[in-house]
C-alpha cells in the first residue's frame, strides 16, 4: 500500500466526505482519513474545519494513529484554542500511560500546543514526567520546559521548573543531561543577567563526563555550553582544553567546530610560553584540514570559520596552503571562500605557488569567481612585495585577453598596486590607456581616472582622455563623478596652461548643474582652494598619499573577538554579530574571549573588546582611520573603501619601493620646512610588529640552554662614528658641513659641524631631510643663532625623530639632506649607523626571543663574519651593549662561545643574532635573522664598527 | 534551534512541512521555493537569509532539503543533521526520490516528530529508530521491551540494540582510499595525498566490544621502542618496489576521525581505536595521509607542437606496484586543444579514443599488472586559429584501481570480545579487503 495516493484528492466536497469518514466505525478508515487530513494539511491547505472530528480520534492505542492526530492538533491548537481544550484530558491520561513511549509522546506533544489557557493544566503532568523513572520521557520532559517557557515563561519560573531542570544536569543519563543543558542555555539567552546556568567548576566537570558518554548532537550541545563559560585561571582552562580536544577526531563535523571554538576561546587565558599552548595550536591544524573532505555545504561553513581563524590565528594554518587550492568541480561557493583563505595565508613562501593557481582560476569560466581570482592577484602584490613584478605581469597578461570583467577588474587592482608602490609600474600605464572605451562599470572607470589623473604629467593627452569622460559627465556614478572633478583638478595643477578651459567646465559642472551635495562641496572647496591660494591647492590636492597597507578586508578586532565566541555557528557564517539577524532578545548578549590571566602577558588582550561591548557593533566598523575623513576625502582616497589608510605597520613602512630623488618636489619641501604634513606621523609610533609570532612552541632542545644566563657586564657608551665631510666647501659655495650621528639617552643627535669658507657672512640657516628609510626628521629647527662669518665654524647638535614619512632607500641608511642658508640651498646625502636607531628598550624576552627565533624563516638569516677583532666574549658583550645591542644568553660549546642578541629598531623591527666568538681566533661569525632581511647587511655593519673601535 | 523542515520537489511543491518553532509561518514555505528553488540564477551558497529568517539547504538528486530558523543556530549542526536526516529516510525506504517521500510521508513524520523536537536534534542512529519506529505498526510491547527500547534510545550505546543474534559471526574490513597527485612534466611530485576510509561490516552477536589496530607510527613506534622503529626506518626506504606488498612497517597518519562509537578519549590518551560497533555497516574511520605514499601509476607526458597546426602526443604509463597484482579499470585522460580537427591515436594496450565533446582521448584499459608501463601516440591536427591565446595546456587525468593501500596501511588485527554470550575471537570470521582508487590525479603537460 502506498501513502501518495492521499496527495491527490483535490475533489469539492472533499471536507465533507474527511468528515464523514473521520467518524467513522471502522479503525482503518479513520486512519486513512487522518491521513489524508495531514497530507492536505503539509500542500497548505485549510483542514481547520475538521478539528473536532480529527480531536475525537485521538482516544485510541494505535500509536500510529496517535501520532498523526497529534501533528494535526500541534498546526491547528492555535486556531481553535476552544477546541483544544478537549484534548487536555488525553494528554494528562497519556502522562501516566505505563509505555515510557507514550508517556514521552504526549509530554512531547503537549509543549507544541501553544494555547496559554491549556499550558495551565500541562504543568502537572510536567513536573511528573521530569521525575519520571525512565530516562527517555526525562529528556523529552527537559526539552518541553524549554518549549513552555517559550509561551510562558513567567509559569515556568513561577512553578519552580528552572530548578527542577538544573539539578537535570547532574541526572545519571548524558542524554537527560544533553537536553537539559540544550534547554537551559536557550532559556539563560533570553535573560541575559540570570546566573541561570550557573556554571562553576562542580557543573563543569558533570558536563566533561557526559560529553564523552552522550550522543553526538548531545555533545554539541554540552561543547557549545562549555563555551560560554570563563575558566578561573590559566591552570583550569588547561584541564578544560585536555578533555576538549579528543573531540576533535569525531566524524561530525559540528562536533569538531563546537570543539574548536571551546579551544580557541579557552586559549586566550592559557599563558603562550606554555608548552601545553604549543601543543594545542599543533592539534587544531589537522581536523581543520579535514572538514575540508566533508560534504560541499560543511565544507561551506567550515571555510567560513576558518577565514576568522586565519584572522585570529594565522600561525595554525600558514603551512596548510595547498588544501585550499580549488578544485575543478568544488560548488561555486566553495570556491570562492577558498580564495579568500588562500590570500590570507599569501606569503613569501609560497607566493609562486599562489600565483601559478590564480592565474589558472583567472581563465575559468565562472564570472565572479573569475573576477576576484583578478582581484586576488593584485592582494598578492600589495602583500608580498617580492611578486608584485610578477603579479603586474600577470595582470597584464590578463588584459591582453581583452575579455572585458577581466580588463576592468584588473584595472581596478592596478590601481591598488600604484598606490602601493607609487612610481614603480608607471609603465603599464599605456596598455591601461588602449582599453579605456571598454570599460563600463563604474569603479573600474573611476580607477581608470584616478591614474590618469595621479600622472597626469606622465600622459600626453591626459587632457584628452579625461575630457572625453566629461561629456557624459551627469551620467555617470558619483563615484567616477567626485574621480574625474579630482583628476582634472589635479591635471590643472600640473599642467596649468593646457587645462584652464576643462578645470572651468567640470567646476561648473560640479556646483551648479549637479544636486548631488557631495559632488558639489567638493567642487567648491577646490574652486576656492584655486582662486585664493594656487601653492596651497598644491599641497592639499597633490600631497603625499599614505601607501595602502596589505591586509585590506580583515574584520575589525572586536568583531572578530565576537565571532570566534560563535564559531560554528550561523553567525560565523554570515561574518554578523547575532544581533544583525536575530530579531528580539536572543543575541542581543555579546560574547567576549576570555582575558589572558597567565603570566603577566594581560597586555595581549586587547582592551577593545570591552569598550564597545555595550553598544551595538553594527555601528560600522571604522577601519579607515578619522585622519581620513576631510584630508583624505580631498586627497580622493574614497576609491578604495576597503582600504586601510591608517598608520601602516612599521614592517611595512620598510618595503616601500620608488625613489623620489631630491631634483623633483623640493621646493615645497622647503617652504613647509617646520612641520611637514602629518601624514606620517603614523609611522614611527605604529605598534611594534611583534605579532602571533610570539605564540610558536616553546621547548625541544634549545629551550634549556637559557638557563645558563649570560652575565651582562656594565655598559660602556655608544659608539660613535668619527666625523667625516659631508659637503665639501667648493660645492656649497663656500660652506663646509661634516658631521656625524649619535644616540645619546635615547636621543638621536646629528652632529654638525658648519664651516664658512666663503668671504661673506651665512645667516638663515634651515635643513630639511628627504624621505628615508626609518622615517628620520629634525625634532626641532637648525640652531645657528648668530650668523656665521668668514672663516669661522660652529658646532650644532640637530636632534632628530623618527616620525618622518619613510621611504626606502638604496643603501638603507642612506640619509639626503637639504641644507638652506641665505645663499643657497644645497644637497647633499650621508650614511648614518644604523646603531643610532637601535632603542633602549631592545633587550627581548628569553621565551619570547627563542619563539621568535624558531618563527622567523630560514630564508631570512644571513651570515657574516667578523674579521681581526680581538675581544673576548664577555667584553664584545658589553661594548654592544652600550649600542642598545642586547646580549640575552650566552653558552660554551667546545670553547666556543655563542652569544644570543636581540636589537630592537625605533621603528619596531627585530633583529635576532647569534654571535659566535671562539678563544683565540680573531673572527668572529655572525648570523642575524630578521622579518625585514634588508637591515641584516646595516646591523652587521655596526656590529663591525662597534667591536673594532 | 531549527524551526522547522520542509521538503520540496523539483518544482517547489512542498512534499513535507514540519515547523517547530512559533517564529517560523507557512510564508517560510513560499519564501524558499520563490528565492531558491525558482531562482533565476545558480545557487550561490548554502545558507540563504530572506527577511531575517535563515534557510539552510541541500539537494539530493531533485529534491531539497531546507531547514529553516530564525536563531543564530550552529550551522555546523544543521548541515550534519539534514544530512543524517537523508541516511535515516535511505536507510527506511531507499532512495530519496519523490515517490519515495510521498509514499512514506506519515513515516517521515513520525521519524522528524522523534529525531526533531523542539528543533533539536535527539537520537538519530538508524539503528535505534527501527527498533520502534516501523512502517508495519507498533506490536504490542511487552514492558520489558519498552524500558529496553527507551534505554538504548537514551543510553550510551545508543547505535546498537541488545539481543542480536548471529548464527555465524563474521565481519568485513574494507580499507578504501583515494590516492591524489599533481606531478610536473618532470615528473616531480606538486602535491599528493591519500583521503582513506574503513568501512566495517559486522554481523556479531551481543554487545561486542572491538579493538581495532593498524600499523600507525605512532603506535608502533611505542610498542617497538628502539629495535622496531629502526626497523620500520628500514622498510619505508623500499617502498617504491614493493608497493602494496608490506613493504612499509608503519605510516604516519596526519588526522583521523571516527564514528561516534569509537571511545575518543581512549584514542586521545592510547592511541587505541576499541568500540561496540552498530549492527551491520558503519564507517569507522577516514583518515588523510601525506607523506611515503605508494604512487600506482606514473604518467610521462611528451607534447611536441609541430608547427601551427599540429600536435603530437606520446604518453607512457608505468605501472609502480608489485607484479603479481593487478590494477583495474584504467582510464587515461589527454586533452586536447579546442581547435582539434582530427586524431590519429595508436596505442599498444587497450584502447583509445578521440572524443570531440569531451575535448580529449580518452585511453582506456581493462586491467594491467605491476611493474609494466604502455604507451599511446597521437597526431592531433589543429584548425588555424587567429586567437592570441595560447593553449593552456590542461593536466593528463588518470582513474584506476588498485587492490592495495597507497597510503600503506594495514590492518593489524581486529579483536573482538563478547564476555557474555559463548563464543572467542578466533571463532569469528574476519574478512579484510584494500581497494585503491584514483582521486584527483593528475600530471601537468
Known amino acids: 500500500m502506498t501513502d501518495s495516493k492521499y496527495f491527490t484528492t483535490t475533489k469539492k466536497g472533499e471536507i465533507f466526505e474527511l468528515k464523514a469518514e473521520l467518524n467513522s466505525d471502522k479503525k482503518e478508515k479513520k486512519k486513512e482519513a487522518v491521513k489524508k487530513v495531514i497530507a492536505s494539511m503539509t500542500v497548505g491547505k485549510d483542514v481547520s474545519a475538521l478539528f473536532p472530528d480529527v480531536v475525537n480520534c485521538m482516544q485510541t492505542d494505535n500509536l500510529e494513529l496517535k501520532k498523526l492526530v497529534y501533528l494535526y492538533l500541534m498546526n491547528y491548537a492555535k486556531s481553535q484554542p476552544d477546541m483544544a481544550i478537549m484534548a487536555v484530558n488525553t494528554f494528562v491520561k497519556d502522562c501516566e500511560d505505563p509505555n515510557p513511549l507514550i508517556r514521552a509522546l504526549a509530554v512531547r506533544t503537549m509543549g507544541c500546543i501553544r494555547v496559554d489557557k491549556i499550558t495551565e493544566y500541562l504543568c502537572e503532568p510536567l513536573r511528573k514526567c521530569l521525575k519520571d523513572e525512565d530516562p527517555y520521557v526525562r529528556k523529552t520532559a527537559a526539552v518541553c520546559v524549554a518549549k513552555l517557557h517559550d509561551i510562558n515563561a513567567q509559569l515556568v519560573e513561577d512553578q519552580g521548573f528552572l530548578d527542577t531542570l538544573k539539578d537535570l544536569i547532574s541526572d545519571s543519563n548524558p542524554m537527560v543531561v544533553a537536553n537539559a543543558v540544550a534547554a537551559l542555555s536557550e532559556i539563560a539567552e533570553s535573560h541575559p543577567n540570570s546566573n541561570l546556568l550557573d556554571l562553576n567548576p562542580q557543573s563543569i566537570n558533570k558536563l566533561l563526563t557526559a560529553l564523552n558518554e552522550c550522543t553526538e548532537w548531545g555533545q554539541i550541545f554540552i561543547l557549545d555550553c562549555l563555551a560560554n563559560y570563563t575558566p578561573r585561571d590559566d591552570r583550569e582552562s588547561q584541564s578544560i582544553c585536555e578533555r576538549v580536544t579528543p573531540r576533535l577526531s569525531h566524524a561530525n563535523s559540528a562536533v569538531v567546530l563546537s570543539a574548536v571554538k571551546v579551544l580557541m576561546k579557552f586559549m586566550e587565558m592559557l599563558p603562550k610560553d606554555l608548552d601545553y599552548y604549543g601543543t594545542l595550536l599543533k592539534k587544531l591544524a589537522p581536523p581543520l584540514v579535514t572538514l575540508l573532505s566533508a560534504e560541499p555545504e560543511l565544507q561551506y561553513v567550515a571555510l567560513r570559520n576558518i577565514n576568522l581563524i586565519v584572522q585570529k590565528r594565522p600561525e595554525i594554518l600558514k603551512h596548510e596552503m595547498k588544501v585550499f587550492f580549488v578544485k575543478y568541480n568544488d560548488p561555486i561557493y566553495v570556491k570562492l571562500e577558498k580564495l579568500d583563505i588562500m590570500i590570507r595565508l599569501a606569503s613569501q613562501a609560497n607566493i609562486a605557488q599562489v600565483l601559478a593557481e590564480l592565474k589558472e582560476y583567472a581563465t ?586 | 534551534m531549527i524551526g522547522g523542515l520542509f521538503i520540496y520537489n523539483h518544482k517547489g511543491e512542498v512534499l513535507i512541512s514540519r515547523v517547530y518553532r512559533d517564529d517560523i509561518g507557512r510564508n517560510a514555505v513560499d519564501a524558499f521555493r520563490v528565492n531558491v528553488i525558482h531562482a533565476r540564477q545558480q545557487v550561490r551558497s548554502p545558507v540563504t537569509n530572506i527577511a531575517r529568517t535563515s534557510f539552510f539547504h541541500v539537494k539530493r538528486s531533485n529534491i531539497w532539503l531546507a531547514a529553516v530558523t530564525k536563531q543564530n543556530v550552529n550551522a555546523a549542526m544543521v548541515f550534519e543533521f539534514l544530512y543524517k536526516m537523508c541516511d535515516v529516510m535511505t536507510a527506511y525506504f531507499g532512495k530519496i526520490s519523490e515517490e519515495n517521500i510521498k509514499n512514506n510521508f506519515v513515516l517521515i513524520y513520525e521519524l522528524l516528530d522523534e529525531i526533531l523536537d523542539f528543533g533539536y536534534p535527539q537520537n538519530s542512529e538508524t539503528g535505534a529508530l527501527k527498533t520502534f519506529i516501523t512502517q508495519t505498526g507498533i506490536k504490542s510491547q511487552s514492558k520489558e521491551e519498552q524500558s529496553q527500547i527507551t534505554s538504548q534510545v537514551t543510553g550510551q550505546i545508543g547505535w546498537r540494540r541488545e539481543g542480536i543474534k548471529y548464527r555465524r559471526n563474521e565481519l568485513f574490513l574494507d580499507v578504501l582510499e583515494s590516492v591524489n597527485l599533481l606531478m610536473s612534466p618532470q615528473g616531480q611530485v606538486l602535491s599528493a595525498h591519500v583521503s582513506g576510509r574503513v568501512v566495517m561490516k559486522s554481523y556479531l552477536s551481543g554487545m561486542p566490544e572491538c579493538k581495532f589496530g593498524m600499523n600507525d607510527k605512532i603506535v608502533i613506534d611505542k610498542q617497538g621502542k628502539g629495535g622496531a622503529s629502526e626497523e620500520a626506518a628500514a622498510g619505508k626506504s623500499d617502498l617504491g618496489g614493493s608497493g602494496g606488498g608490506g613493504g612499509k612497517q608503519s605510516i604516519a597518519i596526519d588526522d583521523c576521525t571516527f564514528h561516534q562509537c569509537v571511545r575518543l578519549s581512549k584514542f586521545d590518551a592510547e592511541r587505541s581505536i576499541s568500540f561496540i560497533p552498530p549492527d551491520g555497516e558503519c564507517e569507522l574511520m577516514r583518515y588523510r595521509t601525506t607523506k611515503d605514499i605508494i604512487l600506482p601509476f606514473r604518467v610521462i607526458p611528451l607534447v611536441r607542437e609541430v608547427g601551427r597546426t599540429k600536435l603530437e602526443v606520446k604518453v607512457v604509463i608505468k605501472s609502480n606496484f608489485k607484479p603479481s597484482l593487478l590494477a583495474q579499470k584504467i582510464e587515461v585522460r589527454i586533452p586536447t586543444p579546442l581547435n582539434t580537427s582530427g586524431v590519429q591515436v595508436i596505442c599498444m594496450k587497450g584502447k583509445a579514443k578521440y572524443k570531440a565533446s569531451e575535448n580529449a582521448i580518452v585511453w582506456k584499459i581493462k586491467r594491467m599488472a605491476g611493474m609494466k608501463e604502455s604507451q599511446i601516440s597521437a597526431e592531433i591536427e589543429l584548425l588555424p586559429t587567429n586567437d592570441k591565446k595560447k593553449w593552456a595546456r590542461p593536466p593528463i587525468s588518470m582513474n584506476f584501481e588498485v587492490p592495495f593501500a597507497p597510503s600503506g596501511l594495514k590492518v593489524r588485527y581486529l579483536k573482538v570480545f563478547e564476555p557474555k554470550l559463548n563464543y572467542s575471537d578466533h571463532d569469528v570470521i574476519k574478512w579484510v579487503r584494500y581497494i585503491g582508487r584514483s582521486g584527483i590525479y593528475e600530471t601537468r603537460c
Not at chain 1, 556614478?477 to 582634472?488: D, E, F, G, P
Not at chain 1, 560574547?591 to 557593533?617: F, H, I, M, Q, Y
Request: hydrophobic residues 40%; charged residues 20%.
Open chain 1, 364 to 949: 575559468e569560466v565562472d564570472v565572479d569567481f573569475v573576477r576576484k581570482a583578478v582581484r586576488a592577484i593584485g592582494r598578492c602584490a600589495i602583500k608580498v612585495e617580492q611578486s608584485a613584478e610578477r603579479c603586474v605581469s600577470t595582470l597584464l597578461d590578463l588584459i591582453q585577453t581583452k575579455v572585458n570583467y577581466v580588463v576592468q577588474e584588473a584595472i581596478v587592482v592596478i590601481k591598488d598596486i600604484f598606490r602601493k608602490y607609487p612610481n614603480k609600474y608607471e609603465s603599464v600605464i599605456a596598455t591601461l590607456c588602449e582599453n579605456l572605451d571598454s570599460l563600463d562599470e563604474p569603479e573600474a572607470r573611476a580607477a581608470m581616472i584616478w591614474i590618469v589623473g595621479e600622472y597626469a604629467e606622465r600622459i600626453d593627452n591626459a587632457d584628452e582622455l579625461l575630457e572625453s569622460f566629461l561629456e557624459g559627465f551627469h551620467d555617470e556614478s558619483t563615484q567616477v563623478q567626485l574621480q574625474l572633478l579630482t583628476a582634472i583638478v589635479k591635471l590643472f595643477l600640473k599642467k596649468p596652461t593646457e587645462t584652464q578651459e576643462l578645470v572651468q567646465q567640470v567646476l561648473s559642472l560640479a556646483t551648479q548643474d549637479s544636486d548631488n551635495p557631495d559632488l558639489r562641496d567638493r567642487g567648491y572647496i577646490y574652486w576656492r582652494l584655486l582662486s585664493t591660494d594656487p601653492v596651497a591647492a598644491k599641497e592639499v590636492v597633490l600631497a603625499e598619499k599614505p601607501l595602502i597597507s596589505e591586509e585590506t578586508d580583515l574584520i575589525e578586532p572586536t568583531l572578530l573577538e565576537e565571532l570566534i565566541c560563535h564559531i560554528g555557528t550561523l553567525a560565523s557564517v554570515y561574518h554578523k554579530p547575532p544581533s544583525a539577524f536575530v530579531e528580539g532578545s536572543r543575541g542581543v548578549m555579546h560574547k567576549r574571549l576570555p582575558a589572558r590571566t597567565g603570566s603577566g602577558e594581560g597586555t595581549e588582550c586587547p582592551d577593545v573588546g570591552n569598550a564597545a561591548g555595550g553598544s551595538a557593533p553594527e555601528a560600522a566598523p571604522s577601519i579607515i582611520p578619522s585622519q581620513g575623513d576631510l584630508l583624505g576625502d580631498l586627497l580622493n582616497l574614497d576609491l578604495a573603501p576597503p582600504t586601510t589608510t591608517g598608520p601602516t605597520p612599521s614592517t611595512s613602512g620598510m618595503q616601500m619601493g620608488g625613489m623620489d630623488l631630491l631634483g623633483g618636489g623640493l621646493e615645497s619641501l622647503l617652504f613647509n620646512m617646520v612641520s611637514h604634513p602629518k601624514m606620517g606621523a603614523g609611522f614611527g609610533a605604529a605598534p611594534a610588529v611583534m605579532p602571533a609570532s610570539l605564540n610558536a612552541p616553546v621547548g625541544g632542545g634549545l629551550g634549556d640552554l637559557f638557563d645558563l644566563g649570560g652575565g651582562v657586564g656594565m655598559p660602556m657608551g655608544a659608539y660613535i662614528p668619527p666625523k667625516t665631510v659631508w659637503l665639501p666647501a667648493m660645492k656649497a659655495k663656500g660652506l663646509e658641513i661634516s658631521g656625524t650621528f649619535a644616540r645619546r639617552a635615547g636621543v638621536i643627535q646629528m652632529e654638525l659641524v658648519l664651516t664658512n669658507k666663503a668671504m661673506s657672512v651665512m645667516t638663515d640657516f634651515a635643513i630639511q631631510f628627504n624621505r628615508n628609510s626609518f622615517g628620520l626628521a629634525p625634532a626641532g629647527p637648525l640652531q645657528v643663532l648668530t650668523p656665521l662669518g668668514p672663516n669661522q665654524t660652529i658646532e650644532v647638535s640637530l636632534p632628530l625623530s623618527t616620525v618622518g614619512p619613510v621611504m626606502k632607500m638604496d643603501p638603507l641608511n642612506n640619509l639626503q639632506v637639504a641644507v638652506k642658508n641665505n645663499i643657497d640651498v644645497f644637497y647633499f646625502s650621508c650614511q648614518y649607523p644604523i646603531s643610532m636607531l637601535f632603542v633602549e628598550d631592545g633587550k627581548m624576552e628569553r621565551q619570547v626571543f627563542l619563539a621568535t627565533w624558531k618563527d622567523i624563516p630560514n630564508d631570512n638569516e644571513s651570515q657574516f663574519q667578523i674579521q681581526d677583532c680581538h675581544l673576548n666574549s664577555e667584553a664584545a658583550s658589553n661594548k654592544l651593549q652600550g649600542s642598545n645591542i642586547f646580549t640575552i644568553a650566552k653558552r660554551t660549546v667546545e670553547g666556543q662561545d655563542m652569544l644570543y642578541m636581540s636589537i630592537k629598531l625605533s621603528n619596531g623591527i627585530w633583529v635576532l643574532a647569534e654571535l659566535k666568538v671562539q678563544a683565540g681566533n680573531p673572527n668572529y661569525t655572525i648570523s642575524l635573522k630578521c622579518r625585514a632581511p634588508e637591515v641584516s647587511q646595516c646591523v652587521f655593519q655596526c656590529y663591525e664598527a662597534v667591536l673594532k673601535n
